[in-house]
Nanobody
């Protein structure tokens, strides 16, 4: 089975930086688009950034210029470098990936369990 596991979340002060990682594992035939989403208390889950297999990126306006999404296809890893963090960045951050599973013969989006990012003084 396929799974995504996020890591790197934590408590940081406003203006600080953090790097999130997402590791994909299991019966993976291929991984297409990947992305980071976040959900703050009382709010809908929203796209933070996504990236194609070849590295084309897209960012939410709220994080553009501050966050950088990247991936390592050989390692099946996804990253999110977050700089100049603001209190409004506080949320659970989720890894998302479009994955073809060679055991189940399926292609669908998978989600990680999330990692908490808290930006506070």
């Amino acid at each position: 089975q396929v799974q995504l596991v996020e890591s790197g979340g934590g408590l940081v002060q406003p203006g600080g930086s953090l790097r999130l990682s997402c590791a994909a594992s299991g019966s993976i035939f291929s991984i297409s688009d990947m992305g980071w989403y976040r959900q703050a208390p009382g709010k809908e889950r929203e796209l933070v950034a996504d990236i194609t297999y070849i590295g084309s990126t897209n960012y939410a306006d709220s994080v553009k210029g501050r966050f950088t999404i990247s991936r390592d296809n050989d390692k099946k890893m996804l990253y999110l470098k977050m700089n100049s963090l603001k209190p409004e960045d506080t949320a659970v951050y989720y890894c998302n990936a479009d994955i073809s599973d060679y055991d189940s013969y399926t292609r669908r989006q998978y989600w990680g369990q999330g990692t908490q990012v808290t930006v506070s003084s």
